[in-house]
């Protein structure tokens, strides 16, 4: 249980969203409670209205925070597209499924909670940044193509977020393919090789 005296310094805050955060990995987002994630932070039931107004504003935050993480690690794949921006690319992938395995309550709260990421604006922009990684690296791939022969950047970037939410969802976390005898990764990987070649990306 957290320490109540760092909550004088400000920490009550993070140690609700990090309750909460583990809440939404063991129970899903939809079956927390306000007065749950108060207990997992030790305090009561009444202290998480101190920062915020309800449940729904608590999981905007770990969504927010999880993007923001989300898209650090999207940046320290891509690496500036080094040592090339074929292998950055497919780093990024694998960054992907790393994610939502490692912190799958940020991810279950980021994807699978169903709150709306157009109504709070710091969570747009967390949101954003992600995406935007995603399309600049888009743009590098394509960047070896004439001009009108480039396929929108913001459209491969879109894509390839598709297919790897739906490795995600489908086969890992115990999901009905979680016993393909294909990895996650080899197969978001051979997903997005066949994608980048139906584009004329890669030869």
């Not at 107004?53 to 898209?71: H, I, N, P, S």
């Not at 990421?117 to 922009?125: C, D, K, P, R």
Request: glycine share 8%; aromatic share 8%.
């Amino acid at each position: 249980m957290p320490d109540r005296r760092s909550y004088h310094h400000g920490n009550l805050r993070q140690a609700l969203v990090d309750a909460t955060a583990a809440l939404v990995e063991e129970i899903g987002p939809q079956g927390f409670t306000l007065t749950e994630a108060a207990r997992r932070a030790g305090v009561s039931p009444a202290a998480p209205y101190r920062h915020f107004k309800g449940r729904e504003e608590l999981l905007e935050e770990v969504a927010r925070q999880g993007f923001l993480e989300f898209a650090e690690r999207l940046e320290a794949a891509f690496d500036n597209g080094r040592p090339s921006v074929l292998t950055a690319f497919m780093r990024m992938g694998h960054a992907y499924l790393d994610f939502a395995r490692d912190r799958p309550g940020y991810y279950m709260a980021m994807f699978e909670a169903g709150i709306s990421i157009a109504g709070n604006s710091e969570l747009t922009i967390a949101s954003e940044r992600a995406l935007g990684v995603l399309i600049k690296a888009a743009e590098a791939l394509a960047s070896h193509l004439d001009t009108d022969a480039r396929p929108p950047a913001r459209m491969i970037a879109n894509h390839v977020w598709a297919m790897s939410h739906g490795v995600v969802e489908l086969f890992s976390r115990g999901k009905p393919g979680a016993r393909s005898p294909v990895a996650p990764a080899e197969m978001l990987e051979s997903g997005v090789l066949i994608y980048m070649r139906g584009l004329g990306l890669i030869p």
